[in-house]
């Protein structure tokens, strides 16, 4: 130990033990204590300036240049905004006020901005990677935002490797028609760009973006497998069957159900007919009854063949085996082979046949499943039935659940009539679901409808919060062209109210809407970079 070491070493122990027990000089008491923190202070700035530099750190790589516009002025202080407010305390005892709620907001604002081909701005990353982080729903959006720079930031911060993982990681992809940069990212690139590569290529060329998925495909990791055998979704055609029958075969049991259906949406593939073939010899017409009933005969065993078509043997915990296994085969089965089967019947009368032995409800949830799958509007329609209709009365399915998944196969406007008539016909209180799967902004005459229903809810009493979910909707999703009908409902009503004091939550909840409805219009016009702030 060098004499320096030995001072120092010294000062600690005085400094441990007291300077009444181990003095560091002839001094006693205070005088003491002063001696000690002196001398403390005189050798610590001669260590510290002794000190050698440490190696340098290699500094990072230049962050890659993004080529797309700057956000207008405006809408990055909007932004800056929305970022902001997405961390912002909740109101005291609950009550929202007449505020727009921001983070609600936020997912809207990046649609917007992403459809218009903006980057973000530098400053507002780690904030944007923040929000990503704490919302998965903001993910997608965020990251093509935020684009290569954002994924260049997020290597350098361990709490944003999730940008590294997923698809969308807003990388600069090569141009799908360059073969050897496109080989070099497939088999140099990160999980995420890889995922966005074969997404770009399959784009291009449905047949390239096959074969650079089948090139690697025995060396891929199962989750991997799972997740580029899910690109196939888009442009599936005829050409991939091959493929996804090869894919029956594979060892992990996700990645044959999902070939497996992906195959079903191909009603004339192979499969599909195999699948059909089986489902009809489990479901026909019994014309000897009074009225023409639908029949059922379940299968008695899940052979070897249904096993390896992705059928899977073994039922969830409560379903019975046969009712299992029969659904699994109505609903890969093309819904083309049903007519014919059931004598030249369309969709709707076929729905509307009554089925023996309560196999009704099995039967029609397959075949809600089938058309959702296959993208069937005429099968959707028959099983959604009329929407004035009580759902328990009627033909189809009651299900608002499965009733959401049709609708989400017919076009934007016939989804928002039959909504419309629905909540006209029996309100919102079981409307949640299927205003959840229109089109944004809600196209008329929903929006009116929605509207019309949160008067009426209001004039029969109760409180706005017992539809705060429709209401949460309707402010992200009412085109803002509805904002001067709420004028009208955004006034306290007098003294007669069912509910004391709820006149004066239903006002509040009508100005908010209104407020929430005037900043969107105002969010779009900031993009478009509109001078006077209107759309």
Not at 85 to 100: D, L, Y
Not at 421 to 430: P, R, T
Not at 490 to 495: E, I, R, Y
Request: aromatic share 6%; hydrophobic share 45%.
């Amino acid at each position: 130990m060098t004499a320096t070491e030995a001072a120092w070493e010294a000062l600690v122990s005085a400094a441990l033990l007291g300077t009444d027990r181990r003095p560091p000089s002839a001094a006693r008491g205070a005088e003491a204590a002063g001696e000690l923190l002196d001398e403390a202070a005189r050798r610590t700035l001669r260590r510290r300036a002794g000190l050698r530099p440490g190696p340098a750190a290699v500094p990072p790589e230049p962050a890659p240049e993004d080529p797309r516009p700057e956000l207008p002025r405006a809408a990055r202080r909007r932004l800056d905004a929305l970022l902001a407010g997405r961390a912002a305390p909740a109101p005291a005892g609950g009550r929202r006020g007449t505020a727009p709620d921001l983070a609600e907001l936020l997912p809207q604002w990046l649609s917007m901005a992403g459809e218009r081909g903006y980057k973000a701005p530098a400053a507002a990353l780690p904030a944007l990677l923040d929000a990503a982080r704490a919302r998965t729903d903001l993910r997608p959006r965020a990251l093509a935002l935020a684009g290569p720079r954002g994924l260049w930031l997020a290597r350098l911060n361990p709490d944003w490797r999730f940008a590294l993982r997923g698809g969308g990681a807003g990388g600069t992809l090569p141009d799908p028609g360059d073969a050897r940069a496109v080989r070099e990212l497939w088999e140099e690139g990160l999980f995420a760009e890889r995922v966005a590569l074969l997404g770009a290529v399959r784009a291009d060329d449905p047949a390239a973006g096959r074969a650079l998925l089948a090139s690697g495909w025995s060396g891929e990791r199962a989750e991997d497998r799972l997740m580029f055998l899910d690109s196939l979704r888009a442009g599936l055609s005829a050409a991939d069957e091959e493929f996804l029958e090869a894919a029956l075969a594979d060892r992990s049991r996700n990645v044959r159900a999902t070939a497996a259906e992906l195959l079903s949406a191909l009603p004339g593939s192979a499969f599909a007919g195999r699948m059909a073939g089986r489902a009809v010899t489990c479901v026909g017409l019994d014309r000897t009854a009074a009225v023409p009933t639908v029949v059922v005969e379940a299968p008695h065993e899940c052979d070897e063949e249904m096993r390896r078509d992705g059928v899977t043997a073994v039922p969830p915990s409560g379903r019975g085996e046969r009712s299992w296994w029969l659904g699994q085969l109505v609903e890969a089965a093309p819904l083309s082979c049903w007519p014919a089967r059931f004598g030249g019947r369309s969709p709707e009368e076929v729905v509307a046949l009554p089925v023996a032995d309560d196999w009704q409800p099995e039967l029609h949830a397959a075949w809600c499943r089938a058309a959702v799958r296959q993208r069937d509007a005429a099968w959707s329609r028959a099983l959604l039935g009329a929407p004035s209709v009580p759902p328990a009365t009627g033909p189809g399915t009651s299900s608002l659940a499965e009733r959401a998944q049709l609708l989400s196969t017919l076009g934007p406007e016939e989804r928002a009539r039959w909504v419309a008539d629905f909540v006209a016909a029996h309100g919102l209180s079981e409307a949640f679901q299927l205003l959840g799967v229109c089109t944004v902004p809600w196209a008329e005459p929903l929006g009116e409808a929605v509207i019309d229903a949160l008067d009426t809810a209001r004039d029969a009493g109760g409180y706005p919060w017992s539809f705060s979910g429709v209401m949460g909707l309707a402010e992200r999703c009412l085109s803002p062209a509805a904002a001067p009908r709420l004028a009208s409902a955004s006034a306290v009503p007098g003294a007669e109210e069912a509910a004391p004091g709820a006149g004066a939550y239903w006002s509040e909840a009508f100005q908010r809407l209104a407020a929430t409805l005037d900043l969107r219009a105002r969010m779009r016009a900031e993009l478009d970079d509109v001078p006077d702030g209107t759309a």
